[in-house]
């Protein structure tokens, strides 16, 4: 904007200049002539059809500073104000710098000032004024061609910079919506996961203290002693219920289990169970190796659901846990000597020993379990890390 104004304001002070000085002069009609053209060719560009598509061709570029230049040099020779109609040089400059890359704008500026210097070279005033006001001229031309080629570059690098900026946004937006989504995705998974341990374990506790409540009322009247042992099941169940409540409470707090620390979560894991199940464990812990958040609490879950299937479903009052937390040998253990079971078979089974929950978890935090069965044998569940480690 700018730019046009002071383009605009060169041509006037020179118009207006020549048309005063040549007002008695006998060339004053074709002086006013041609600065009439040329000032309507310099505005129909530079306000009406600069940005449009048919003048990106450079040949009418061309043919447009070529007119222009005729009519400036038209000017030199016809009157004797050599000096003051050469100023109009400046704008074709400008635009030279503009249409097309800094290159070629200086070969245009080149050949205005060789037309410009060979034109004042051969008037009246002389070559010695000549060459002086070429010269001249010509600086003032490469001076504001110059100019014109770095604020072209200026403005180049702010569209350049806000295009990135706004391309930077957009992709701040989608990051975000990934955010987002994933963390979507992490509700959903837990939601699950906790409706899964709610159906493996609460819900199928409270269906058996509503069988006992429903025996031991119809028992209530014909064998009160009977309906007393029921009544005594339902007791039992409500405990188990209620501690089972609490425990997946509990995994519903992770933060605090993460700054425990493993060895820490998992000698108060024991504990509950000794004191609330009879379960005598024995926990050894080697190493200090640094888990993710990820790790420590999928491993607690991992033992955690062990131990509860341990007092659930083998039948035997010692468990053992070990713990390895060395670079190289990674892993977490825990066996007890109860009855066993066939692996192959109840892996499958849903709300039988949450196999495919651990399994699941372990894959989730980067380390892979196994697990050893037979009848009569006992249990044993190994949870190595991968050799990449961490999450996947």
């Not at 704008?105 to 205005?112: D, E, H, K, V």
């Not at 409540?245 to 493993?262: A, N």
């Not at 062990?306 to 190289?328: F, Q």
């Not at 196999?355 to 190595?384: K, N, Y």
Request: with cysteine; hydrophobic share 45%; proline share 3%.
């Amino acid at each position: 904007m700018m730019r046009t104004f002071g383009v605009y304001l060169i041509f006037a002070a020179v118009a207006l200049r020549g048309a005063v000085v040549t007002s008695d002069a006998p060339y004053f009609e074709p002086v006013l002539g041609l600065l009439t053209v040329y000032g309507l060719l310099l505005f129909a560009v530079t306000s009406l059809v600069r940005r449009q598509p048919f003048f990106q061709s450079r040949f009418i570029q061309f043919t447009y500073l070529f007119l222009q230049s005729a009519l400036v040099i038209a000017l030199l020779v016809v009157s004797e104000y050599e000096d003051l109609f050469a100023n109009l040089f400046i704008p074709l400059s400008l635009d030279a710098v503009s249409f097309f890359d800094r290159r070629l704008g200086y070969l245009c500026i080149t050949a205005f000032s060789l037309a410009l210097t060979g034109t004042l070279f051969f008037t009246d005033q002389g070559r010695i004024f000549g060459l002086a006001m070429g010269g001249l001229y010509s600086g003032v031309c490469f001076l504001f061609g110059g100019y014109a080629a770095q604020v072209l570059r200026t403005e180049a690098a702010h569209d350049q910079n806000r295009r990135t900026f706004n391309e930077l946004q957009t992709a701040h937006r989608q990051l975000q919506g990934y955010a987002d989504q994933v963390a979507n995705l992490a509700v959903e998974h837990e939601r699950n996961r906790l409706a899964r341990d709610l159906h493996d374990s609460v819900t199928q506790t409270v269906f058996s203290m509503n069988l006992s409540a429903q025996s031991a009322r119809l028992l209530l009247e014909k064998d009160p002693p009977l309906a007393s042992g029921q009544l005594l099941r339902l007791e039992e169940l409500a405990a188990n219920a209620l501690s089972e409540i609490q425990s997946l409470v509990s995994q519903l707090k992770p933060r605090s289990l993460v700054e425990e620390g493993l060895p820490s979560a998992l000698r108060r894991l024991v504990t509950e169970h000794g004191s609330r199940d009879g379960l005598q464990v024995a926990l050894e812990i080697h190493g200090e190796q640094n888990l993710t958040e990820a790790e420590t609490l999928g491993l607690y879950a991992i033992a955690h659901e062990a131990l509860t299937n341990v007092v659930k479903h083998s039948g035997a009052s010692e468990a053992a846990v070990h713990v390895d937390l060395r670079e190289a040998h990674a892993c977490l253990e825990i066996e007890d000597h109860g009855r066993g079971f066939e692996p192959q078979t109840v892996a499958g089974q849903r709300g039988h020993l949450g196999l495919a929950g651990m399994s699941e978890r372990a894959r989730e935090i980067g380390w892979s379990l196994a697990v050893e069965s037979s009848p009569l044998q006992g249990t044993r569940i190994l949870v190595t890390q991968d050799q990449a480690g961490g999450p996947v």
